[in-house]
């Protein structure tokens, strides 16, 4: 069974800084891509960026200006900096492979992520 487990996520004034990060159990992690998605308040869940096994990067949009994914494959590991955040940045994220077997089954309980004006 493959268990997502988010944390570091908090409350944060708008320009501030905050790093997530994502254990995953259950599966062999190191050749898996990875990805952080986003919730916001009443919206569908979004993919932010996702990272290889081999540690190439990928961001929706203009998000790698402030956002930067990592993974420590040792520790079944990854990680999201999150840097000038925004209050649209607001909502709970959420650590998945970005595939449908796993997206259709497997989600964590995300992390919480509130920015204030």
């Known amino acids: 069974q493959v268990h997502f487990v988010e944390s570091g996520g908090g409350l944060v004034q708008a320009g501030g800084s905050l790093t997530l990060s994502c254990g995953i159990s259950?599966?062999?992690?190191?050749?898996?891509?990875v990805g952080w998605y986003h919730q916001a308040p009443g919206k569908q869940r979004e993919l932010v960026a996702t990272?290889?096994?081999?540690?190439?990067?990928i961001y929706t949009g203009d998000l790698e200006s402030r956002f930067t994914i990592s993974r420590n494959n040792a520790k079944s590991e990854a990680y999201l900096q999150m840097n000038s955040l925004k209050t649209d940045d607001t909502g709970v994220y959420y650590c998945?492979?970005?595939?449908?077997?796993?997206?259709?089954?497997?989600w964590g309980q995300g992390t919480q992520v509130t920015v204030s004006s």
């Open positions: 998945n492979f970005p595939v449908a077997q796993f997206l259709d089954s497997y």
């Open positions: 990272i290889s096994g081999r540690g190439n990067t």
């Open positions: 259950g599966i062999s992690f190191a050749v898996k891509t």
